[in-house]
Each structure stands twice: as structure tokens, then as C-alpha cells.
């Protein structure tokens, strides 16, 4: 019973990232996400929720096939949901009051910043295979791998202007390439910080003993 819930909620999460996606690129050309097609790409909300459902999309597939989750794919789900309450955390913390709620939580940013965040982190605490404490700092990985690219296309192309091209589209690096460096890092160490908090909300799940592939 409990597999079939899973499958079905993590069907339920890659046709609705997809969706939304598809939806922001042609339709909702509103601002809401930029309103840019492939451009819009460079924000790592776009890319975290996508990324979510590339995941939730791979786990149907390995689950039609196998009776037991592989240790990797485990692992994974655990980081793409952690990706996800990362930009939940930041627009309720940061942009929220900044930009305002209603702003945030607007046409497309409704279902990256809020629902589909909850429903994946959600998914992940209720059926979620167990992670170890090493396994936790994975969670790091997104925003590392995402702020070594943003300053690397700052450092190649240039910061820009919003006149021309702004590669520095979130004034990281007004203060200079050494703080934008560290607020990736802060940023990295929130992103541990929320996996041991999806963790610790994965422990009270484990009424049933999930099979594991070592």
C-alpha cells in the first residue's frame, strides 16, 4: 500500500513540475518567472524544481522495474527534495518579505515556491528511504554546483548590466567576487543545515523498514 502511494505521488510530482514548466515557458508570460523561455533557466528555483522532477520521473521508472530502491536513487530523491525546501526556505525568509508574498506566490512561483517544494519534501519525509549522517552533506551539492557555474559565467562573461546582459541576476557579487563567494557558501551550509531537517522528519516515518540496496 505503501509503494503504491509513493508511485503515485512521485507521478503526481514530475506531471506537475512538467506542467508548470511547459506552462510558464509558452503561457504565463506575466513576469512570474521572468517570463523568458530558456533564459528562465538560469534561476535556481527553476532548476531545483525541475531537477525534482527529473528525479521523481527516474524513480518511476527504476520502481516499474525493481521491488527495492537503489542506495543512489535514494539518495537522490533525499537531495532533490532538499534542493526544492531550499527555495522554499529562502522565499519565505528572504524574498517573501522583500518582494512581497503575493508577488511570490503568483502564477507559476505558486507551484516552484510553495506546492510543489511542500509536496516534495512532504513525499520524502512520509516515504523516504532512511539517509545516513554522511549521506546528509550531499545535500549540499545543488547549490555548490550551481554557484560554481554562477560565478564562473560572471568571472568568463563578466557581471554586465541590466542595460545589456546581467549575469549577476541576484547582486551577488555587488560587495566584490569574495562575498558573492561566501554567501554561496552560507547558502551551502543552509542547504545542510535543511537535509538534516528533512533527516530528522524522515525518522518518525520509519514505522515500516524500507529495503535498501547496498
Known sequence: MKRKCRLIANAVLAVTVFTVWILSFFFWRDGTLGGNGWSDLKYFTVLSNLFTGVVAAIWLVVSLKEKRTPAWLAVLKYVAAT????????VVVFLGPLYGY?????????????????????????????????????????????????????????????????????????????????????????????????????????????????
Do not use: Q
Open 102 to 214: 503575493g508577488r511570490m506566490y503568483h502564477g507559476a512561483n505558486l507551484f516552484f515556491h510553495l506546492l510543489i517544494p511542500l509536496f516534495a519534501v512532504a513525499e520524502e519525509a512520509i516515504f523516504g528511504e532512511e539517509i545516513s549522517f554522511k549521506e546528509s552533506f550531499f545535500a549540499c551539492v545543488p547549490p555548490l554546483v550551481y554557484g560554481i557555474g554562477y560565478l564562473t559565467n560572471c568571472l568568463i562573461n563578466g557581471i554586465g548590466s541590466w542595460d545589456t546582459v546581467r549575469n549577476d541576476w541576484y547582486s551577488f557579487l555587488e560587495w566584490g567576487y569574495g562575498v558573492g563567494a561566501l554567501i554561496f557558501v552560507v547558502i551551502c551550509a543552509v542547504a545542510w543545515g535543511l537535509g538534516l531537517a528533512l533527516r530528522a522528519m524522515m525518522k518518525p516515518a520509519r514505522r515500516i523498514e524500507w529495503e535498501r540496496t547496498k
Open 83 to 90: 534542493a526544492v525546501f531550499v527555495t522554499f526556505t529562502v
